[in-house]
């Protein structure tokens, strides 16, 4: 009893984690995605589809002396098994779209709602699930967070879209301009991304996540305001074509971890500035524009403290 119990509690899902494709379709009992459902890059899916190949030739080839395997069917042959009506989209699978049933057989490169997702997904940041205030910021739920006060999302096709937290935005204050990498461009996580302009001082921000950069919000260039407004969702910066996807967001925080970050990122900013900004010490609101409470040398420093510049 105890050892089927046991058994159970390894095959829940953790928090901010999905199933693999593999699992959701049955064919393993227990497998996690760690590479954002781009199964085209995936050392796990390649190994799995030669290991299922295998095992058919050898089916074919000695039928009888061949031994019993139970990885003789493709997640795809699996899942093209369902009623049609129970072949989830991968879209939906990562819960991106609430409802889709996948109507080409799972040929992702040949389907007409994939390349739209795909187009979309480039040019736009899907809703936040949730939000937290956690001392007068606010936290998106589901997102991963830089030292730096940046923000990286995993999205589905391996893409990574990077953004400034609301205490970074806030720290800034309202922007007048700011200067993004160009397409192509390689970033690298902890070393400086991008720069932000207003009122005549400049800073640069540092980078979540190494990899080449696919898309930028070009609408910041008319509005940097977005950023202000809407840091996870509207004003989010740039994508990325990650290099090191999985070593990087071991050094992101997540989850419980970045609630911890934020308030002792709040309490070193109250002790920093108690004497030059309005924030309450009994866990109040902060203030919406650190900027206009810190001038010259003082935000300099705040800055350089926080963004790790």
């Known amino acids: 009893m105890e050892t089927r119990q046991r058994r159970a509690s390894m095959k829940i899902v953790p928090p901010g984690k999905k199933k693999c494709i593999w699992m959701e379709a049955g064919v393993v009992s227990y497998k996690l995605c760690d590479n954002n459902y781009d199964c085209s890059t995936c050392v796990y899916d390649h190994a799995m589809e030669v290991k299922v ?3 058919k030739e050898t089916m074919m080839l000695k039928p009888l002396e061949a031994t019993p395997e139970k990885f003789n069917e493709t997640w795809v042959e699996r899942m093209m098994q369902l009623p049609a009506s129970r072949r989830k989209c991968r879209y939906m699978i990562t819960g991106e779209v609430s409802r889709k049933i996948c109507p080409n057989a799972y040929e992702c490169g040949n389907c007409s709602f994939d390349q739209m997702m795909q187009e979309r997904v480039q040019s736009e940041a899907l809703p936040v699930r949730a939000t937290t205030n956690v ?20 999205e589905y096709g391996g893409r990574v879209r990077v953004g400034l937290n609301d205490f970074g935005q806030k720290l800034m204050g309202r922007l007048a301009r700011i200067e993004l990498p160009s397409i192509g461009h390689e970033v690298k996580q902890g070393e400086k991304g991008f720069q932000i302009r207003r009122n005549g001082e400049s800073a640069h921000v540092l980078s979540p996540i190494d990899g080449i950069v696919a898309a930028t919000n070009d609408k910041l260039f008319d509005n940097p305001g977005l950023i202000n407004e809407s840091p996870f969702e509207n004003g989010w910066l740039f994508v990325v074509e990650p290099t090191r996807l999985r070593k990087n967001l071991k050094g992101l925080y997540y989850g419980e971890d970045a609630h911890t970050f934020m308030n002792e990122e709040r309490e070193r900013l109250f002790s920093m500035a108690h004497d030059d900004l309005r924030i309450a010490a009994d866990g109040g609101a902060s203030v919406e524009d650190i900027f206009e409470e810190l001038e010259g040398k003082n935000w300099a420093k705040v800055v350089k403290a926080f963004l790790k510049t």
């Open 53 to 55: 190949a295998r095992h």
């Open 135 to 154: 001392g007068g910021f606010e936290l998106a739920e589901d997102i991963y967070y830089h030292e730096g006060h940046t923000w990286a999302r995993p």
